[in-house]
Each structure stands twice: as C-alpha cells, then as structure tokens.
C-alpha cells in the first residue's frame, strides 16, 4: 500500500478484471483497500468496461471479424459467459439464468469459431475439456485468460 502523501496507482482495468477472476479481489472495496485508494476511483477506472462494456476483443484469443461480433446468440453467450467469469456480481437474476442455460446446453457441444464460417457449436468430445469454446491451438494463452473460457466460475 502507498505510503502517505503519495499518489496511489491503480493497475489497469484488464489487471484488475485478472484479480477479479483469479479471485485475488473478491469487490471493488477490496481493491480500493488493497491499494489505498477510494471504491469510486476503482469504479471509475472500471467504468468503461462495466455493464457489458468489458473489452472482449482484449480478452478473446481470435482475430474476430466484425459481422461475427453480432451473431446475436452465440457471440452474445460467450460475451454473457466472459462477463459472468469477470463481474458475476453484476448479471441479473435474468442474465444469471440465461448463462447457467447456455452452460447446461454445452455438455454436449462445445463453441468453435473461424474466420470463414463463424461462431458454429460443435460436439463435444473428451478433448475439449470442460471449455466453453476451443481455444485456438497456434496461440499460448496465460492460464488465467484460459480459465476464462471454462465452464466453472471462477470465484
């Protein structure tokens, strides 16, 4: 923690978006504990990325084109699902319900996705794992962005 009278230093929103899924920091007034500052500061540094504005093209592995972005169900579940491992504690009783569907609909079948076809489900097979969507086999990914994509939340 900084000592007095000197200026506290936030890590930035994705740093702290990776504490919050690792479970480092469980609240924002965690954090703002942690580093001296007040809730609202952490708040702020968050805001943009709040309320289904988290910055999924930081956190997602492929190189998305923008008309499958919009593909309204499966883009619009694994964004659900990113905020759920992200900010749990903001869905709704409504969005909570509609991602513990979305999970129970993968045990069957996992979420794939390619530049030529899109979001397409797949089945699943032992080899994908408890994984929401496969993760593309030429890029290393840290261990904390693949628990992202992971069935379980991350508390």
């Given at each position: 923690?900084?000592?007095?009278?000197?200026?506290?230093t936030?890590?930035?929103?994705?740093?702290?978006?990776?504490?919050?899924?690792?479970?480092?920091?469980?609240?924002?007034?965690?954090?703002?504990?942690?580093?001296?500052?007040?809730?609202?500061?952490?708040?702020?540094?968050?805001?943009?990325?709040?309320?289904?504005?988290?910055?999924?093209?930081?956190?997602?592995?492929?190189d998305?084109?923008?008309?499958?972005?919009s593909?309204?169900?499966?883009?619009?579940?694994?964004?659900?699902?990113?905020?759920?491992?992200?900010?749990?504690?903001?869905?709704?009783?409504?969005?909570?319900?509609?991602?513990?569907?979305?999970?129970?609909?993968?045990?069957?079948?996992?979420?794939?996705?390619?530049?030529?076809?899109?979001?397409?489900?797949?089945?699943?097979?032992?080899?994908?794992?408890?994984?929401?969507?496969?993760?593309?086999?030429?890029?290393?990914?840290?261990?904390?962005?693949?628990?992202?994509?992971?069935?379980?939340?991350?508390?």
């Amino acid at each position: 923690m900084p000592g007095p009278g000197r200026p506290s230093t936030l890590p930035t929103a994705s740093e702290i978006f990776r504490l919050l899924a690792k479970g480092t920091y469980k609240t924002q007034k965690e954090i703002a504990d942690a580093y001296g500052v007040s809730e609202s500061a952490v708040s702020h540094a968050l805001a943009p990325y709040k309320e289904g504005k988290i910055d999924y093209r930081a956190i997602m592995p492929w190189d998305v084109l923008p008309k499958h972005l919009s593909n309204p169900r499966p883009a619009r579940a694994l964004r659900l699902h990113l905020r759920a491992q992200l900010e749990y504690h903001t869905l709704t009783a409504e969005e909570e319900a509609e991602h513990e569907s979305w999970i129970a609909s993968l045990k069957s079948r996992t979420l794939h996705y390619d530049q030529s076809g899109g979001w397409v489900y797949v089945t699943r097979i032992p080899e994908h794992g408890d994984l929401v969507v496969l993760l593309p086999k030429d890029v290393e990914l840290p261990a904390e962005t693949v628990d992202l994509y992971r069935m379980t939340r991350k508390r």
